[in-house]
């Protein structure tokens, strides 16, 4: 039997559902039974291609994850930024108040650096709530995050003798006490050197691929494969287990996915990786969504046309994550 990471699963025993058949309720009711038998479950987003929407699923799928309940109150749901560029903490917390954290040395490089030098973090002081209302807008969903900044991400990698396994014996036992689900959205152009998103892969149960069917982006898989298989050589448990692949701006009549699309299931053959079922439309105004100018009236008024399709993308994790779970 494969092994698991013990800060990831207590117990194993559960019935595989129909879940893209499910309502809302039943997407509540599969969360509360999955996650009753987790202890914090970490999902890293990874294309080492940019611009394919990485981010952009992350911060919907939070906003999603974040609306769900377990055990009769609301999942606790973390969102760790492990891209310099600060896109998705800064879309969910805003400018001012990420700049706050850089100044007050409360990102994840500065905890990976505390980590290293042998302290032990002050989480209290270092996670970032949002606390789910919004210039008296209908609330978005509680959650929250720990920002990256690039400074103190460059200081981490600046030495090659950091442990590659730092976070993930560290940091998630700690944060595994007080969160369900933590959602890492991963910046591109990863290789050896980029030793603080390496941890973070390695810290990882799974992985999710965005994807887009263009030729440049299927060029970059292999590569993104290969560092994927890198973190499961150096994490003792071969985590994290890539979930899928998730089509993103896909169109099921351009040219582009029938020319590509038999490309992308031959590679996801050879690896051995599912391509997720249901995908991404292309929807316009989406950048909107990560405009923390912005007020929204509900997730629908933020992610538009592109939000039922990330409820459907989630409830299919749940569903491949139990039949992972289920199967030998
Ligand atoms: N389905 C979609 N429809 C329309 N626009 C999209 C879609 N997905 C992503 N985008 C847009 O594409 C751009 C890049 O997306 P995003 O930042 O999420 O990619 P990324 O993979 O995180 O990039 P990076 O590698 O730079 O971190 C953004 O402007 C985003 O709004
Ligand atoms: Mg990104």
């Given at each position: ?5 013990r ?8 019935v ?11 997407i ?7 996650l ?14 940019g611009g ?10 939070a ?18 930024d ?8 800064t ?11 850089k ?9 990976a650096l505390q ?11 270092l ?5 789910g ?19 103190s ?18 940091l ?26 390496i ?7 799974a992985?999710?691929?965005?994807v ?51 490309q992308?299931?031959l ?15 292309h929807?316009a ?5 990560s405009?923390?100018t912005l007020?929204f009236?509900s ?16 409830k299919e ?12």
């Amino acid at each position: 039997m494969r092994q698991r990471n013990r800060y990831t699963v207590r117990r194993i025993s559960v019935v595989s559902l129909p879940l893209h058949f499910l309502s809302r309720k039943q997407i509540h009711f599969t969360a509360d039974y999955l996650l009753r038998n987790v202890i914090m479950y970490t999902i890293a987003l990874y294309n080492n291609k940019g611009g394919v929407g990485k981010s952009t699923l992350t911060l919907a799928m939070a906003d999603f994850l974040a609306t769900l309940q377990v055990a009769g109150r609301p999942l606790r749901l973390l969102v760790i930024d492990m891209d310099g560029q600060g896109s998705i903490c800064t879309a969910l917390l805003g400018v001012e108040r990420i700049e706050q954290a850089k100044l007050s040395a409360s990102t994840i490089g500065h905890v990976a650096l505390q980590l290293a030098n042998g302290h032990q973090p002050l989480l209290e002081s270092l996670l970032h709530t949002r606390s789910g209302s919004r210039g008296g807008q209908p609330p978005l969903p509680a959650l929250t995050v720990l920002p990256s900044d690039r400074e103190s991400m460059l200081d981490f990698d600046a030495n090659p003798l950091r442990p590659l396994t730092l976070l993930a014996q560290r940091l998630k036992p700690l944060l595994a006490q007080h969160f369900d689900i933590a959602l890492l959205d991963l910046p591109g152009s990863l290789d050896e050197r980029h030793l603080l998103a390496i941890n973070a892969l390695i810290m990882s149960d799974a992985v999710l691929i965005p994807v887009e069917l263009t030729r440049l982006a299927l060029q970059a898989l292999p590569e993104t494969i290969r560092m994927i298989r890198y973190a499961q050589e150096k994490n003792a448990h071969s985590l994290p287990q890539p979930l899928g692949f998730i089509l993103n701006r896909t169109d099921r009549r351009s040219r582009q996915y029938r020319l590509h699309l038999p490309q992308l299931q031959l590679l996801a053959e050879q690896n051995q990786i599912p391509c997720f079922d249901n995908h991404l439309p292309h929807a316009a105004d989406l950048a909107n969504a990560s405009d923390d100018t912005l007020n929204f009236s509900s997730l629908k008024d933020r992610y538009g046309s592109y939000y039922p399709h990330v409820r459907k993308v989630v409830k299919e994790l749940f569903d491949r994550w139990q039949k992972g779970e289920s199967s030998p």
